[in-house]
């Protein structure tokens, strides 16, 4: 299918969807909201919406901001089906993701030879991918919204029949009545089911499939994956994420982990239901292993709950048997933890290595008795999808503030205590832990917590335990000595363990500078060394892309992740340690985001060594898992890019010459760009700047998450606000500084420098500089200075006007060095659908956005602030979020 026909497609859906809203509005609100609407939209191409939307009542703006935020929740809908569709087109004439990745590995080891099918083994036997989702609030729809598109959207691929079109009208009409806003702050748990959600339709159906894929791909290279492998997992902060989150109790983890449970629970019960009906193999037909006709008998013994009817009719049939009494244990699993009873051995499971057991049970009697088909297939699609998930869904990681670590041990030690964190980590004597204030009672409260919870579930219920702001290596240390007193860490006497990993997490560039000097004295710490040797000889390390970005601007927190991968790399290779990286993503650009086979090709040679763990956060979750196509597509591509690093990118790329060379002229990109962006930053006019011309100060009434928008006990400025709203800020009033800011200046000044040839080098042959352009050049495209310039003129003192000549400065040139880098004459040349993708909704998110300027401007000048009016400005945030297709 063309990229013509493409377009048309989606054409004729957005259409569809258009005309069916206008009936809707015309159906509940009549047929003047329709005219309305209509008449904007031309006034707006004409340039004439001025006079229109300003005489309108506040009844109308809220319904015509409605409007427009309806039409760019059903055109985001139109497009993810569309994508669906070209997918599906594309793979029925290629070899798909996997397909490519494993074909590209066989023609390596024809040309080189480099390595071996038995190198090849060892490998992937180990390899793992691990999307970890969080609960960060950039997440603008409601889960009550996002289940309605997905209804429309099951339905766009439907054949068209009177039927569809009536059950269209009738979605489109229930999203209308639906109210976009949330009442009140989500609580914790409300965001776990909003993240289970997408971890239930993934076990469903996705998973299995994608699972099998692998499997049968990598046969072509020799490799046989045992059953034990885990080549995708899922992960989880909401419940664990403490840092900065007061919400976030021992209490809360457990509970989410129940829950998490619970709903495991249900959705394998729907691969149960399927495999009863499968394997209705018969004894008088078919032979069956003494195993599973003992593991039968001691189930029908241990759980009399089993109907006589199942006895009874199943008496010849022992796989349904097994299935069902699978189920019973399942479903008494999850009434013993919610009760908090001890395990009940025969009568539940102690955890998933238990649950898997007893499917190996039918799969051996299957390949034992003519049965391989449905043993290799059915069967082993089903345990491989349990090792992915696990008996609770997710591996949940704990997050939390070094800081607040150093302030446990201040009070439990004392502040005069002149011992070392390591003395103390070998000192056997146990302090107490005395009177504590409440963050200190709270902190070592989800040390005990994360202890009882893997006696309850099992060692993969939390493995990593991440420290933020981690400045040296004492930080992760102070998280280990707390660990210790908890029981969580036993490094002398004759019993030792190592219960959980402890992960640092670097987030600012001086931190990401250091990486190596942090990491090589954590593992030349002999006591920390035990540690590592009891996990498996594996040391996880956070990279945070936001707070590296608001810090330090794109091109240098971009180009100093990079060379912390290079370095932490070395150091890991130098103590004979498996480096897993964990990449802190956002959904934007300006936090880390973009398309993410592009970010694993471009990462260091040797930084994905077989594992690598990313995080999916806010709208990306919904835009990437929400349908099952798209989810198939996106875990598809995220393994390829993973094998095709971890076989393909295991030596330089370059030699040392030309990296030397690379890295030399990105190193000039890099200063003069964080110099340009740190003069922006340090303006002392900027905060004011920012405030005025941004509805950031609206985010904490969008209730998008749980956690504050702040650092707690944080004064009122950009240096206290997190990285999420510092881009929502920009991006809502289509300055989008983080995603572009510098990038002009650091290309000019190695223009300028005689390095024209070397930067068209850099561009077509390395493959990180190129992914980091084509990501700018999107962020580009979305930046709209004319609009921005109306928040300006409109919100912002004159005298700070000044702040906006640097930005729109700094834009022109960004854009015309990147035209000159590219050699094209505008920006998203090359892609003439997305450009003009967007430039259609420009044409819808211009009232939205004049609308949400006038409303911030009333609302500023109130007292008290009419709920009317701020009700319709939250509206236009939200339209805004929906038209760029993100948020933070």
Avoid at 411 to 423: P, V
Avoid at 428 to 434: D, H, I, L, Q, V
Avoid at 443 to 468: H, K, M, P, R, T
Wanted: glycine share 6%; proline share 4%; aromatic share 6%.
């Amino acid at each position: 299918m063309t990229a013509a026909a493409d377009n048309t497609d989606l054409r004729n859906d957005v259409r569809k969807l258009a005309d069916l809203l206008g009936q809707t509005l015309a159906r509940q609100e009549g047929d003047d909201l329709l005219a309305l609407v209509e008449s904007v939209r031309l006034s707006v191409r004409q340039g004439q919406q001025d006079e229109i939307l300003s005489k309108l009542t506040d009844s109308q703006t809220i319904s015509l901001v409605r409007a427009f935020s309806t039409f760019f929740n059903l055109a985001n809908v139109a497009e993810q089906v569309n994508r669906a569709k070209d997918i599906a087109g594309t793979h029925a004439k290629t070899e798909g993701w996997l397909g490519r990745a494993v074909s590209n590995i066989l023609k390596a080891q024809e040309s080189n030879k480099d390595f071996t099918t038995k190198d090849l083994q060892s490998w992937l036997e180990n390899f793992s991918v691990r999307p970890v989702f969080t609960a960060h609030p950039t997440e603008a729809a409601r889960r009550s919204v996002l289940s309605k598109m997905t209804t429309i959207a099951q339905l766009l691929t439907q054949p068209e029949s009177q039927i569809k079109n009536d059950r269209l009208a009738e979605s489109i009409d229930l999203l209308w009545q639906t109210d976009e806003l949330r009442l009140g702050r989500p609580e914790p748990l409300d965001e776990a089911v909003n993240s289970i959600y997408y971890l239930d339709e993934l076990l469903h159906e996705t998973v299995p499939e994608v699972l099998a894929e692998f499997v049968n791909e990598i046969k072509r290279l020799g490799v046989e994956l045992p059953l034990s492998a885990r080549p995708l997992r899922f992960g989880t902060w909401i419940g664990g994420d403490r840092d900065g989150n007061p919400n976030i109790t021992a209490e809360v983890t457990k509970e989410t982990v129940l829950l998490q449970n619970a709903h495991f629970t249900r959705s394998l019960s729907l691969h149960l239901d399927e495999l009863r009906q499968a394997l209705s193999i018969s004894t008088k037909l078919v032979g069956v292993s003494p195993q599973l006709t003992d593991s039968v008998a001691l189930d029908l013994k241990n759980l009399p709950e089993i109907e006589d009817r199942y006895r009874r009719i199943n008496v010849e049939e022992p796989y349904r048997l097994k299935a069902t009494a699978i189920g019973h244990k399942l479903i008494l699993t999850r009434v013993r933890h919610a009760a908090g009873l001890p395990h009940f051995p025969g009568r539940d499971y102690k955890d998933t290595a238990e649950l898997i057991a007893d499917f190996e049970i039918m799969r051996n009697s299957l390949l034992a008795n003519n049965g391989e088909l449905i043993g290799n297939g059915l069967l082993e699609r089903i345990i491989r999808s349990i090792n992915g998930f696990g008996l609770t869904h997710a591996t949940m990681d704990i997050r939390e503030h070094s800081g607040v670590h150093r302030q446990l041990i201040k009070q439990i030690f004392g502040g005069d205590d002149a011992k070392t964190i390591n003395e103390r980590l070998l000192d056997t004597a146990n302090p107490g832990t005395k009177q504590l204030d409440p963050a200190g009672e709270r902190c070592l409260q989800s040390f005990l917590a994360i202890d009882q919870l893997i006696e309850q579930f099992g060692a993969e219920v939390i493995e990593s335990y991440i420290i933020s702001m981690v400045k040296s290596a004492d930080d992760v240390m102070a998280a280990v000595l707390i660990a210790k007193l908890a029981g969580l860490i036993s490094i002398t006497g004759d019993k030792k363990f190592a219960k959980i990993g402890f992960v640092p997490l670097l987030e600012t560039v001086t931190e990401l500078r250091n990486a190596d000097k942090i990491l090589d004295e954590l593992l030349s710490n002999q006591s920390y060394r035990m540690i590592i040797t009891m996990r498996g000889q594996v040391q996880e390390v956070m990279l945070g892309y936001s707070d590296s970005n608001k810090d330090a601007g794109i091109t240098t927190s971009q180009w100093e992740i990079h060379k912390a991968q290079r370095k932490l790399r070395d150091v890991a290779i130098k103590h004979g340690v498996k480096l897993r990286l964990f990449h802190g993503r956002g959904g934007s650009v300006g936090r880390g985001g973009g398309p993410t086979y592009d970010a694993l090709i471009a990462l260091p040679w040797g930084s994905i060594d077989g594992q690598i763990k990313m995080t999916e956060q806010g709208e990306v979750i919904s835009d990437k898992f929400g349908l099952p196509s798209l989810a198939k597509e996106n875990l598809e591509l995220t393994l390829a890019a993973a094998l095709e690093a971890t076989v393909l990118n295991r030596k330089p790329r370059q030699s040392s010459g030309d990296l030397n060379s690379w890295s030399e002229c990105m190193d000039l990109i890099s200063d003069s760009a964080y110099k340009c962006y740190r003069n922006l930053l340090e303006d002392p006019d900027l905060p004011a700047y920012f405030y005025a011309s941004t509805p950031v100060e609206q985010l904490g009434n969008m209730y998008l998450g749980s956690r504050p928008s702040r650092r707690p006990d944080s004064a009122a400025d950009l240096e206290s606000l997190r990285a999420i709203p510092w881009v929502f800020g920009w991006t809502q009033s289509r300055q989008i500084v983080p995603g572009w800011y510098g990038v002009g200046s650091g290309l000019k000044a190695a223009r300028l420098a005689g390095k024209s040839d070397l930067l068209h080098t850099l561009f077509t042959q390395w493959h990180f500089f190129r992914t980091f352009i084509s990501n700018v050049e999107m962020t580009v495209a979305k930046t709209d200075l004319l609009i921005a310039q109306r928040y300006v003129q409109t919100l912002v003192d004159p005298s700070l006007h000044k702040i906006f000549d640097l930005i729109k400065a700094e834009f022109e040139l960004t854009v015309s060095e990147i035209l000159l880098l590219s050699k094209k004459s505008e920006i998203l040349g090359n892609q003439p659908i997305l450009a003009r993708t967007l430039q259609v909704r420009d044409t819808y998110l211009a009232p939205i956005q004049l609308l949400q300027i006038s409303l911030l401007k009333r609302v500023r000048s109130q007292k008290e602030v009419d709920p009317l009016l701020a009700r319709a400005l939250l509206l236009t945030i939200n339209g805004v979020a929906a038209g760029l297709r993100n948020t933070g």
